[in-house]
T-cell receptor, first 112, second 114 residues
Framework: NAGVTQTPKFQVLKTGQSMTLQCAQD?????MYWYRQDPGMGLRLIYY???????DKGEVPNGYNVSRLNKREFSLRLESAAPSQTSVYFCASRRAWNYGYTFGSGTRLTVV | EDKVVQSPLSLVVHEGDTVTLNCSYEVTNFRSLLWYKQEKKAPTFLFML????IEKKSGRLSSILDKKELFSILNITATQTGDSAIYLC??????????????FGQGTILTVHP
C-alpha cells in the first residue's frame, strides 16, 4: 500500500544544473499536484494535472516544467536550478473533488 | 488572489490543555476547506468541510466551518505530546475549467509539553 512515492528524498544541485523529481501513485487517482514548502509560507502550488494528458500552472510555475507521463506518474523538472528553488517539494494526488489529498513524503532540494 | 490566513502562527501548551486553531480565508468560488497535520514529513489529511455549521469530529479533534464569516476552527481537546505538529489549513476554489486548486495558510506550529 505505497500511496504516493517520491524520489529522490534528498538532492543537492549546483546552480544551473538540471534534474527531474519523480512522483508515482498507485491509488488510481485522477489528479496530481506538485507543491513546494518554504518556511513561513505554507505550501504553494507549482503545477497540477487534473487528469492524464492535461497540466496547468499553479501559483509559482516559473523555472519548472512538468510531465504527466501516464495516470500513475507526474514528474517535475528544473531545467536550470537556482538557489531560490531550494525548498521541500511535495507531490500529491486525489481521487476526486470530495476526497482529501494524499501527499508523498517530500524531496528536500538544496541548490548551491 | 485567493488568501488563507492562520492564527496563531505558533502555540505552546501543556498536556491536557484544549487548543483552538483559526483559519480565515478569502477565495472566489469556494468549494471546500481542508485541515492537515504535518509532523516530520508529509501532511496527513484530517478533515474536509464543505457545509457551514456542520461539525466534523475525529476522536479529540473537531472542526467547524462558517461560510458566512469565512473562517474555520480546529479544536483539539486533552492535548497529548503526539499532537505536536504543524497544522495546515487549505481552501479549495474552482477556477474556470480547473479541477480545483488548494491555497494553503502558513500553518500553526503546535508544541505540547508533557
Amino acid at each position: 500500500n505505497a500511496g504516493v512515492t517520491q524520489t529522490p528524498k534528498f538532492q543537492v544541485l549546483k546552480t544551473g544544473q538540471s534534474m527531474t523529481l519523480q512522483c508515482a501513485q498507485d491509488m488510481n487517482h485522477n489528479s496530481m499536484y506538485w507543491y513546494r514548502q518554504d518556511p513561513g509560507m505554507g505550501l504553494r502550488l507549482i503545477y497540477y494535472s487534473a487528469s492524464e494528458g492535461t497540466t496547468d500552472k499553479g501559483e509559482v510555475p516559473n523555472g519548472y516544467n512538468v510531465s504527466r507521463l501516464n495516470k500513475r506518474e507526474f514528474s517535475l523538472r528544473l531545467e536550470s536550478a537556482a538557489p531560490s528553488q531550494t525548498s521541500v517539494y511535495f507531490c500529491a494526488s486525489r481521487r476526486a473533488w470530495n476526497y482529501g489529498y494524499t501527499f508523498g513524503s517530500g524531496t528536500r532540494l538544496t541548490v548551491v | 488572489e485567493d488568501k488563507v490566513v492562520q492564527s496563531p502562527l505558533s502555540l505552546v501548551v501543556h498536556e491536557g490543555d484544549t487548543v483552538t486553531l483559526n483559519c480565515s480565508y478569502e477565495v472566489t468560488n469556494f468549494r471546500s476547506l481542508l485541515w492537515y497535520k504535518q509532523e516530520k514529513k508529509a501532511p496527513t489529511f484530517l478533515f474536509m468541510l464543505t457545509s457551514s455549521g456542520i461539525e466534523k469530529k475525529s476522536g479529540r479533534l473537531s472542526s467547524i466551518l462558517d461560510k458566512k464569516e469565512l473562517f474555520s476552527i480546529l479544536n483539539i481537546t486533552a492535548t497529548q505530546t503526539g499532537d505536536s505538529a504543524i497544522y495546515l489549513c487549505a481552501v479549495e476554489a474552482l477556477s474556470g475549467t480547473s479541477y480545483g486548486k488548494l491555497t494553503f495558510g502558513q500553518g500553526t506550529i503546535l508544541t505540547v509539553h508533557p
